[in-house]
């Protein structure tokens, strides 16, 4: 019972993540919303999740990144300075998900159908997770991205699912229309870096 409960906290935190996003700045363009999406090798800075399961590292953003409490020692949530760009990694330990989910497949299912339905249609996205000097490439990543409107500010978010040895991950990447574009293509890059730590 614990593990559903938990689960609907995620749903109710990516609604949140997008809302969020959607007040953070009101229509005022972002301060970062000029960046060079080419630059893609910028620094990178690690950040693990509070259990240390996994580490991430992600790329520099005006204003620096808050480490912003999960709720949760699996999860990891990073916002930019304005709450305008969030970067949230969840791990759902297999040993507790798999007496509610024998595949991947119906956990991304029951995640759309019970979160993200109300956001619209869904655009497919290809996203590689992993694949980095230490960090094996994820096999069988499933994503897809969402814009929402709300008051004539556009927000956007990337949502990927994929599994390890030891957990499944939801993966979300949400903003403002134009910080998300300033940077997903640098984020995206980043996600080579993701590592499965040992526990």
Not at 7 to 23: E, F, K, M, P, T
Not at 70 to 98: C, K, R, Y
Request: hydrophobic share 40%.
């Amino acid at each position: 019972m614990y593990f559903m409960k938990h689960l609907h906290r995620i749903a109710a935190g990516l609604a949140a993540l997008l809302a969020v996003s959607l007040s953070a700045c009101g229509s005022q363009p972002a301060d970062n919303a000029g960046a060079d999406t080419a630059d893609h090798a910028a620094a990178l800075m690690p950040y693990d999740a509070p259990s240390g399961r996994f580490t991430l590292s992600v790329p520099e953003i005006e204003g620096g990144w808050t480490v912003t409490d999960g709720g949760n020692d699996e999860h990891l949530v990073l916002d930019n300075s304005d709450q305008s760009f969030t970067v949230m990694v969840q791990a759902l330990p297999l040993d507790q998900s798999l007496a509610f989910f024998s595949n991947l497949d119906e956990l991304a299912t029951y995640h759309q159908q019970t979160t993200l339905s109300t956001f619209g249609d869904a655009a497919e996205a290809e996203v590689a997770i992993g694949g980095g000097p230490d960090a094996p490439e994820i096999e069988n990543v499933k994503s897809a991205s969402y814009t929402v409107e709300l008051s004539g500010v556009t927000a956007r978010a990337q949502v990927s699912y994929f599994q390890t040895d030891g957990a499944y991950y939801i993966l979300t990447i949400t903003g403002l229309a134009d910080v998300y574009d300033a940077n997903i293509g640098k984020m995206q890059s980043a996600l080579s870096s993701f590592h499965e730590n040992a526990l």
